[in-house]
């Protein structure tokens, strides 16, 4: 059962108001007020050690896609496709400037949350930030994001560059990116993917794949993902299809680089061209070590 909620969320620091969706999945006790003549119920959860598990807030325009960076731990759902530029993806229009001109999109910071994109698309998504490291719609992904696709990126950025996260992965937080995919075009130095720039175990990357055109002026660079390292580090069940170049060593039409014995790549391909002006060239991966 799903109820669309406004939630008083208590603990012993806080009190605050969320617009938010409530899933039910097994019987619970709440507080809840309905408001007459509306259709909005007001509930009281109290937050055990400071998380609620039954919140997840709704994206539903780039100015909601923006501000998961208020809230790193969040639940998000997408549930329309957005396009950066179209009008009617944003609240208001007139924001649409800051985010397709100049720098564009700043990628979000240490996502430690879950984002499911039910198969949603954002499209158009423009950064142009050469002299920055960990550049992507998100910049560091200690999280789940699953469920989506990035459509005509236009991507520059300098080390750790990816359509959809610049470093996925870090030891000790089990990192997952499930069944999203890029397109477009993603350029950076080293450590450059389509979806990733770096892959960092446990990070895992499962079902997905990228068409981007990935260009890289240093090393380790890669259709999918630029720099695979670290015990568990594991992509699966993914391909990359655009064209790669690279100025460096380790560049590789899935994978530029896999490092760390216990890094794996499974069921996993890439059909696109590779070229590069240095050492380590590969179909599939430049260079294993």
Not at 117 to 133: E, F, H, K, M, V
Not at 161 to 188: F, K, P
Not at 244 to 249: A, S
Request: glycine fraction near 16%; hydrophobic fraction near 35%; include cysteine.
């Amino acid at each position: 059962m799903k109820i669309n909620c406004i939630f008083v969320f208590i603990n012993k620091y806080l009190l605050k108001l969320r617009r938010s969706v409530l899933f039910i999945t097994k019987p619970l006790k709440l507080s809840c007020l309905k408001i007459p003549g509306t259709a909005v119920i007001i509930c009281m959860i109290l937050i055990v050690g400071g998380k609620s598990v039954f919140a997840q807030t709704n994206i539903s325009s780039i100015e909601e896609l923006d501000n998961i960076r208020n809230n790193l731990s969040g639940s998000y759902i997408l549930t329309k496709n957005l396009d950066f530029n179209d009008p009617d993806s944003y609240d208001n229009p007139a924001s649409s400037i800051a985010y397709t001109t100049g720098d564009g999109w700043e990628p979000i910071g240490i996502f430690t949350g879950s984002l499911d994109g039910q198969n949603y698309t954002i499209s158009n998504l423009y950064i142009d930030r050469s002299a920055t490291n960990q550049v992507g719609l998100f910049g560091w992904c200690q999280g789940t994001v699953k469920n989506l696709g990035l459509v005509d990126v236009d991507i520059t950025g300098a080390q750790d560059t990816g359509g959809l996260v610049a470093h996925n992965g870090y030891w000790g937080a089990s990192s997952e990116i499930d069944n999203c995919y890029v397109t477009g075009s993603v350029s950076g130095t080293s450590r450059v993917g389509g979806l990733a720039g770096t892959n960092q175990g446990p990070g895992v990357i499962t079902n997905s794949y990228s068409e981007a055109t990935v260009t890289g002026s240093g090393g380790d660079v890669g259709g999918l993902v630029g720099y695979l390292y670290d015990s568990n580090a594991t992509v699966e069940d993914s391909y990359a299809a655009g064209s790669v170049e690279g100025g460096g060593n380790n560049v590789g039409g899935l994978i530029g680089r896999v490092s760390n014995a216990s890094a794996a790549v499974i069921r996993s391909y890439a059909s696109g061209s590779v070229t590069n002006t240095g050492e380590g060239t590969g179909g599939l991966v430049g260079r294993i070590s």
